[in-house]
């Protein structure tokens, strides 16, 4: 609360020095979690919060410079940045032709931080503690929903708005996202780590995230979630038939798009599936149409990070005008925007390469990469790296693509010793 409270220079050195009092202490996992914290905290909207914008970046920034100095402890260094390091060097040169050149080189230069320091965090975290790092991580998710639904019952203004809860991420899309990114992840845990939490645990966990998920009413969760689920059972079976039936879904989108309101109002779920804003999708069709009259000004080359948000405030008015607020909802439109379609290619190449080389442990992985490619189709999470999604997804990400924390030839479960 005292960070929220403070601000400038007073939080700054507030998260510093709570940062090096735990580092004193060799406490890299619990600095791990605090950065998944501080991550969720910067991206509520609720005013109380604000000062976390700032923090998460002097958070980042001493973490990295810890591996520097401590390298050794940290030996071998996590090379998962480096399939991402193609990407991040073509969105460094996109910064040329830049209008907001200063914020978008921060923002470049936090995504390569997040891809380089949380890997080698969490690799030291399992060699300091071994699986129980992910148990902390669990306990701040679990934290950070229960504490958003305590607040609805004895004070419920803050964290509800016009009837849909958002918790304390004080956005219902937002909390939605959140609720995905830890479902996937809690999931995947369970099926490699099946005895790490207990039935009771399992239990509490996902009623905390599925109630969540029911009163923030974030359709584009339930739908992913649902494609998780559908595709877990499918991609044991084949994942060719898991790829034939995710063509199916994208073939038969805009017709499911088209006649959505008959279908949502034939089973009587209109107030629940907010139809008013289904029959103009919520303004995203005004975004992507914005988004795209500016990619095909330059197809192939962006004009850097922070650029689509940039575009967006300059045509905030027209688009208020058309029931649109916010950026592009659609990560692969941002990044098409802001790194062209070359950075668009490798940044898809190094994220999918991941997906498969993690699925070579755990084939369901690939249903959790279905459902995020989903989700990021109508929100831009991806683009920005300092947000507990993206941190998430590389979490779990780093846990299977590492030799050390979940062997090569582990095909589904790993004994917790």
């Given at each position: 609360?005292?960070?929220?409270?403070?601000?400038?220079?007073?939080?700054?050195?507030?998260?510093?020095?709570?940062?090096?009092?735990?580092?004193?202490?060799?406490?890299?996992?619990?600095?791990?979690?605090?950065?998944?914290?501080?991550?969720?905290?910067?991206?509520?909207?609720?005013?109380?919060?604000?000062?976390?914008?700032?923090?998460?970046?002097?958070?980042?920034?001493?973490?990295?410079?810890?591996?520097?100095?401590?390298?050794?402890?940290?030996?071998?260094?996590?090379?998962?940045?480096?399939?991402?390091?193609?990407?991040?060097?073509?969105?460094?040169?996109?910064?040329?032709?830049?209008?907001?050149?200063?914020?978008?080189?921060?923002?470049?230069?936090?995504?390569?931080?997040?891809?380089?320091?949380?890997?080698?965090?969490?690799?030291?975290?399992?060699?300091?503690?071994?699986?129980?790092?992910?148990?902390?991580?669990?306990?701040?998710?679990?934290?950070?929903?229960?504490?958003?639904?305590?607040?609805?019952?004895?004070?419920?203004?803050?964290?509800?708005?016009?009837?849909?809860?958002?918790?304390?991420?004080?956005?219902?899309?937002?909390?939605?996202?959140?609720c995905l990114v830890f479902f996937l992840m809690f999931a995947l845990i369970n099926r490699s780590l099946p005895d790490l939490f207990h039935r009771q645990e399992k239990i509490i966990v996902y009623f905390l995230i599925l109630v969540s998920v029911f009163l923030c009413g974030s359709r584009n969760t339930i739908?992913?979630?649902?494609?998780?689920?559908?595709?877990?059972?499918?991609?044991?079976?084949?994942?060719?038939?898991?790829?034939?039936?995710?063509?199916?879904?994208?073939?038969?989108?805009?017709?499911?798009?088209?006649?959505?309101?008959?279908?949502?109002?034939?089973?009587?779920?209109?107030?629940?599936?907010?139809?008013?804003?289904?029959?103009?999708?919520?303004?995203?069709?005004?975004?992507?149409?914005?988004?795209?009259?500016?990619?095909?000004?330059?197809?192939?080359?962006?004009?850097?990070?922070?650029?689509?948000?940039?575009?967006?405030?300059?045509?905030?008015?027209?688009?208020?005008?058309?029931?649109?607020?916010?950026?592009?909802?659609?990560?692969?439109?941002?990044?098409?925007?802001?790194?062209?379609?070359?950075?668009?290619?490798?940044?898809?190449?190094?994220?999918?390469?991941?997906?498969?080389?993690?699925?070579?442990?755990?084939?369901?992985?690939?249903?959790?990469?279905f459902a995020i490619f989903f989700s990021a189709f109508f929100e831009s999470y991806l683009t920005s790296s300092l947000n507990p999604y993206t941190l998430i997804i590389v979490l779990f990400l780093t846990v299977y693509t590492s030799d050390e924390i979940i062997p090569n030839k582990a095909q589904a479960i790993?004994?917790?010793?």
């Amino acid at each position: 609360m005292l960070i929220s409270i403070a601000g400038g220079p007073v939080n700054i050195a507030f998260v510093a020095l709570c940062v090096l009092l735990l580092k004193l202490r060799n406490k890299d996992t619990e600095l791990l979690a605090g950065l998944w914290f501080v991550c969720t905290m910067s991206d509520s909207r609720l005013t109380i919060f604000s000062s976390f914008e700032s923090a998460k970046y002097v958070y980042i920034i001493l973490m990295t410079l810890f591996i520097f100095l401590n390298a050794k402890k940290f030996y071998p260094l996590s090379r998962f940045y480096l399939l991402f390091m193609p990407f991040i060097i073509v969105s460094f040169y996109c910064l040329i032709h830049s209008p907001v050149i200063l914020t978008g080189l921060a923002k470049t230069l936090s995504y390569f931080l997040l891809l380089f320091t949380a890997p080698n965090y969490i690799n030291k975290s399992y060699r300091d503690d071994g699986y129980d790092f992910i148990k902390l991580l669990v306990y701040v998710g679990v934290f950070v929903l229960l504490i958003g639904l305590l607040l609805k019952v004895f004070l419920p203004l803050p964290v509800s708005f016009e009837a849909r809860f958002r918790g304390l991420l004080g956005n219902p899309n937002g909390l939605g996202l959140y609720c995905l990114v830890f479902f996937l992840m809690f999931a995947l845990i369970n099926r490699s780590l099946p005895d790490l939490f207990h039935r009771q645990e399992k239990i509490i966990v996902y009623f905390l995230i599925l109630v969540s998920v029911f009163l923030c009413g974030s359709r584009n969760t339930i739908v992913a979630i649902m494609i998780y689920i559908m595709f877990s059972y499918l991609t044991r079976i084949s994942p060719l038939l898991g790829f034939l039936l995710l063509l199916f879904i994208l073939t038969g989108y805009e017709y499911i798009n088209i006649n959505i309101v008959s279908i949502v109002k034939s089973i009587g779920a209109e107030s629940y599936f907010r139809t008013e804003t289904l029959s103009n999708a919520a303004g995203r069709y005004v975004a992507w149409k914005l988004a795209w009259d500016n990619i095909t000004k330059d197809i192939f080359l962006g004009r850097g990070f922070e650029y689509t948000n940039y575009l967006f405030d300059l045509n905030q008015k027209t688009l208020n005008d058309f029931g649109h607020q916010g950026n592009a909802h659609n990560s692969f439109l941002t990044f098409w925007l802001d790194t062209g379609l070359i950075g668009l290619l490798l940044y898809l190449f190094a994220m999918v390469g991941s997906f498969i080389k993690a699925a070579r442990k755990q084939k369901v992985i690939i249903a959790a990469m279905f459902a995020i490619f989903f989700s990021a189709f109508f929100e831009s999470y991806l683009t920005s790296s300092l947000n507990p999604y993206t941190l998430i997804i590389v979490l779990f990400l780093t846990v299977y693509t590492s030799d050390e924390i979940i062997p090569n030839k582990a095909q589904a479960i790993i004994p917790v010793h």
